[in-house]
């Protein structure tokens, strides 16, 4: 069974600061995805990391992923109060396409 | 473009009713997956609909049932409602099987499911 895991699950920066949410999961698989929810809204798609050792940018943002640890981090660089969210990690079950898995969500918080 | 629509927004129901959610893709994705958004248990996977068949399922009961109709648009139907199906429904879509794809999907807004 794929496992998916994210920590923190919930994470209170301060504006300004740096920090990263990792994501584990269980099996093997190449592709992995960052979303991102507001609350009572639905998921945004931010990243897809399709081949081991990817990084992708989108300004504050950066999502990388080692296929051989079997691990996914999304970097937040200097922090602002508009990247509060939940941030969802995702493999897709069973390789090249299919259902993806998520992971629990990481609530940040980015306080001034 | 439109994306991902779902119908209807919020929905109330008493145990032991159904419930029925509607969901359609963005044009030219032919695969449609759902998802049941509960309080404090993440995103759990339901079922994944492509070119009309059901492609998998997830750990739920045989009481979650949907299928995918020819325009590819998807119901999810929920039988003898339980107090534990409150939840936010989420519909996704993606390309299909086959060609180039990301294998990215696409969600819609949800269906908000209370159950009294």
């Known amino acids: 069974e794929l496992k998916v895991e994210q920590n923190p699950l919930f994470l209170s920066m301060q504006e300004g600061k740096n920090y990263t949410i990792y994501c584990n999961y269980s099996?093997?698989?190449?592709?992995l995805y960052w979303y991102r929810q507001d609350p009572g809204k639905s998921l945004e798609s931010l990243f897809v990391?399709?081949?081991?050792?990817a990084v992708k940018q989108e300004g504050r943002l950066m999502a990388s992923l080692d296929t051989k640890a079997r691990l996914s981090t999304l970097h937040i660089t200097a922090a602002v109060h508009d990247l509060s969210a939940t941030y969802f990690c995702a493999v897709s079950y069973g390789g090249s396409q299919g259902n993806l898995i998520f992971g629990k969500g990481t609530k940040l918080s980015v306080k001034p | 473009e439109a994306g991902v629509t779902q119908s209807p927004t919020h929905l109330i129901k008493t145990r032991g009713q159904q419930a029925t959610l509607r969901c359609s893709p963005i044009?030219?994705?032919?695969?449609v997956y759902w998802y049941q958004q509960a309080l404090g248990l993440g995103l759990q996977f339901l079922l994944w609909y492509d070119e009309g068949e059901e492609r998998n399922r997830g750990n739920f009961p045989p009481r979650f049932s949907g299928r995918q109709f020819p325009n590819y648009s998807s119901e999810l139907n929920v039988n003898a409602l339980e107090l534990e199906d409150s939840a936010l429904y989420l519909c996704a879509s993606s390309l299909a099987w086959g060609q180039f794809n990301t294998g990215e999907l696409f969600f819609g807004e949800g269906s908000r499911l209370t159950v009294l």
């Open positions: 099996t093997t698989s190449d592709r």
């Open positions: 044009s030219g994705h032919t695969s």
């Open positions: 990391l399709l081949s081991n050792g």
